[in-house]
């Protein structure tokens, strides 16, 4: 096995599904067979769906390359008074699809949920063109929309679980690039709430996706230090919970880290909220930078943006400096 | 999913109901005459795009699909996408008519606040199935549609009325192939084949012809009518195959756009979105009611 192939995991063959954890292809099994009326549709993502193939053949619709149509296709189930859950690449299945989502989904208020794989840098190997890093600017503008973003296979889980009966549509941003699990169970996480999964007043690092695992391992390097940095797991980015902002620039400074373009992202949306307060806390927002991104596994990728412990922690640093 | 199958209304309008092809052709004239109507009110609108599929419009309604004014969201009603939205305005005086909405609501149309707006939306008018106005995505829906009727064991069909100018749209070929693959014998394109999108001809715009061919190759029955024609209309829509069937159908509608008002149909471009003077419409409005009087 070349190097490139053991760091890039081919997360789309039926055998790496089999032998490595399957996390959403597991919960939506679980969800069709607790739930009648749930239906899930694929985008040529079939390969991690065999239980729910197995389980409810008949409520199982693979639509194949062709996400736009697969978008509109659950609307018209939903309207019909089916849950759909759509599985695609985040890079196409949102991106490419957001007027779909816009028009189909969100001013209709259709249920569906939009289950956005493989987002961020996480198919960073294959090229530009399968980075996801503007999805959450365009989501989060588009009305009646809910979108979160899990950290972690528990919280995957959860988010899955507990949109199930959201009114409206819900996008829910995975990624499959995290190492470290941030929650020892699967958590409770009310809708358009953040999860505080690290206590600290000296700082506070609110992040989401795979920031959080990322902002936990930094923050237990400078707990070593002596300093104690509050971390947020924001896996809700629509509706924002504007309180634990506000109760994070009581610290007085503030880092976003997020695996999404530096502008419309999370770290937009803490500014906006703080300037909304007129809250003065120092705000430093640690995202990918408005260029042309590189080309390379994920891993290398966040390496090279300084989404990493050793990243954060100097981002840290230089916060709590000033 | 609870399953109900088979009308169990009191007060649906069943299939096929009798009605003479001079009273639909009433009908689309009547449509003709409250699109005219409606614009002014509103200012502006779509004329032509409307006065061509105004006889499919009739005879769906007053002859072909089942409905239940009474209950708009009944589960084994007969669906219908407007995905060629833009023609909302030739939906709107049906609905009133069939006790959908009170017919006051027409009076507001074009007004800030109305629930009837220039393209359909389903939240806000009882009896729009889905909402349309971004083109080339209805027949999707419809396959979502069509694959829950399926899902439910229900028989109702699910009808879709798209421009031709909208199949230039890529979406539409991909709800296409999944509508085949699916094997939708209950889903219904209708192609209001005018020639004309809002740029102009179709043939020079982008050619999207042989349709019934193209759709042909994509797995679906097609069958080519005189789409300005009630008669032939009511014929296609009653010789559907039983929806249990295995291929969607593809009724394409040939058209005039601008038909049922002879200067519209010799300037048809003139009139995709426009607003007529005074004059204008009191001479449109002669030359229908003397038809209707004949």
């Given amino acids: 096995m070349s190097n490139v192939t053991s760091q890039m995991e081919d997360v789309f063959s039926e055998e790496a599904q089999a032998h490595s954890p399957n996390v959403v292809g597991d919960e939506l ?6 739930h009648p009326e749930v239906v899930v549709l694929s985008a040529d993502m079939g390969a991690a769906l065999g239980k729910v193939r197995e389980v409810a053949p008949e409520r199982y619709f693979d639509l194949g390359i062709a996400e736009t149509n697969t978008m509109s296709v659950a609307a018209g189930l939903a309207a019909s008074g089916f849950v759909p859950y759509v599985v695609s690449m985040a890079p196409f299945g ?3 699809c957001a007027e779909q989502i816009r028009t189909d989904l969100a001013s209709t208020k259709m249920p569906v949920r939009i289950v956005a794989r493989l987002s961020g840098l996480a198919m960073g190997f294959f090229g530009a063109s399968h980075h996801a890093i503007e999805d959450l600017a365009i989501a989060r503008t588009i009305t009646n929309l809910t979108v979160c973003a899990p950290s972690d296979s528990a919280s995957t889980i959860a988010l899955l679980r507990s949109t199930y009966d959201v009114d409206g549509p819900v996008l829910i941003r995975t990624s499959e ?3 470290r699990q941030v929650y020892d169970a699967v958590p409770t996480i009310p809708r358009g709430c953040f999860v505080e999964v690290r206590p600290g007043d000296d700082a506070a690092v609110i992040a989401t996706g795979v920031g959080v695992s990322i902002a936990l391992e930094a923050a237990e390097v400078l707990a070593g230090e002596g300093v104690q940095v509050r971390v947020l797991d924001a896996a809700y980015l629509k509706p924002l919970d504007e309180r634990a902002v506000v109760a994070a620039a009581g610290t007085g400074r503030i880092l976003t880290v997020e695996e999404h373009h530096v502008m419309g992202g999370l770290g937009t949306m803490v500014a906006e909220v703080l300037g909304r307060h007129g809250l003065g806390a120092r705000l430093e927002v640690h995202a990918l930078p408005d260029e042309d991104l590189e080309v390379g596994v ?5 390496e090279r943006y300084g989404l990493t412990p050793a990243g954060v922690t100097a981002q840290l640093r230089h916060l709590l400096a000033g | 999913m609870t399953v109900t199958s088979g009308p169990s209304s009191a007060t649906a309008l069943e299939r096929n109901r009798p009605i003479g092809a001079d009273e639909l052709r009433a009908k689309a004239d009547w449509i003709r005459l409250e699109t005219i109507r409606l614009i002014d009110q509103a200012g ?3 004329y032509s795009s409307t006065f061509s599929c105004a006889e499919a419009l009739a005879v769906l309604y007053y002859h072909t699909l089942r409905l239940d004014p009474a209950d708009p969201s009944w589960p084994d009603r007969d669906r219908f996408l407007l995905g060629k939205g833009h023609v909302a305005v030739g939906q709107w005086p049906i609905l009133a008519e069939l006790g959908y909405f009170p017919t006051a609501w027409l009076d507001g149309y074009g007004r800030l606040g109305s629930p009837l707006t220039d393209h359909p939306d389903m939240r806000k008018v009882p009896g729009v199935d889905f909402s349309s106005g971004s083109l080339g995505h209805n027949l999707s829906v419809g396959v979502g549609m069509g694959l829950a009727q399926r899902l439910r064991h229900g028989d109702a069909r699910v009808f879709v009325l798209t421009g031709d100018g909208e ?7 991909e709800a296409a192939m999944s509508a085949s693959h699916y094997r939708l014998g209950n889903l219904v394109a209708i192609l209001d084949a005018n020639g004309f999108s809002g740029g102009g001809a179709t043939s020079v715009t982008l050619n999207i012809e042989p349709l019934a061919d193209r759709f042909a190759a994509f797995g679906w029955t097609t069958v080519e009518v005189d789409g300005n024609d009630v008669g032939a209309l009511a014929r296609a829509f009653d010789t559907l ?11 394409v509608s040939r058209t005039r756009k601008g038909a049922g008002l002879a200067a519209m149909e010799a300037a ?3 009139w995709h979105l426009g607003h007529m003077t005074e004059d204008e419409r009191a001479a449109a409005r002669a030359e229908i009611e003397a038809r209707m009087a004949r």
């Fill in chain 1, 298 to 302: 994920p891993a290398a990728l966040l």
């Fill in chain 1, 177 to 179: 690039g995290i190492a």
């Fill in chain 2, 241 to 251: 195959p039983d929806p249990s069937g295995d291929r969607p159908v593809c009724v």
């Fill in chain 1, 94 to 96: 949102m991106l490419k």
């Fill in chain 2, 167 to 173: 199949l230039q749209e890529g979406q539409v070929w």
């Fill in chain 1, 29 to 34: 099994a679980r969800l069709v067979a607790a």
């Fill in chain 2, 44 to 46: 502006l609108g779509h």
């Fill in chain 2, 268 to 270: 048809p471009q003139a």
